[in-house]
């Protein structure tokens, strides 16, 4: 997608019209993969060691499988909120269910079923903000005026705080690849 050259939406009545959004949706997507100023997601989680993926480390309050499973439920809330699935957006009581009880993953497999979750989410809300009909600007009908645009930053916001800390934990418990 080129900056100069604005990508084209349909409107009702079926002419073209320039996407005046199509700059702003490229710097978005482009925010949502990260790797610009902070580690991608797929940086921080690949090779990550299966025995230490339940482990506290001292003095923090989270593993890497809680941090990796809030990352999942907020992402997909957050994305629920933007496209309400049929029968509308219900909300999730914080904290109790954006935080995974237990340190451990539930299962061997919970752990690469978590990231495909995130990955799938992310192509979804990658999707929305890609559609040249999705204006960012317009609040939702729903909620208190949050719009495409603010969800879209927060999402980016969230994800790199807690891939941060994902990054440190990593580094504390000595699998941070050198």
Known sequence: ?????????????KK??????APLRKHLIALL???QAHATFDEVINDFPADLRGTLPSNLPYSAWQILDHLRITQRDILNFSAPPTGGYHGLKW?????PKSPQPPSSNSWDQCISAIRSDAE???SLIENPSSDLYKPFRWGDGQNLLREALLVA???AYHLGELLVIRRLLGAWPK
């Open 1 to 13: 997608m080129s900056i100069s050259k604005p990508i084209t939406a349909k409107t009702n009545d």
């Open 16 to 21: 073209k019209t320039p996407d005046e959004q």
């Open 33 to 35: 993969h990260g790797g």
């Open 95 to 99: 904290p109790d269910e954006y935080w």
């Open 124 to 126: 979804h809300f990658n």
């Open 157 to 159: 916001d969230h994800n």
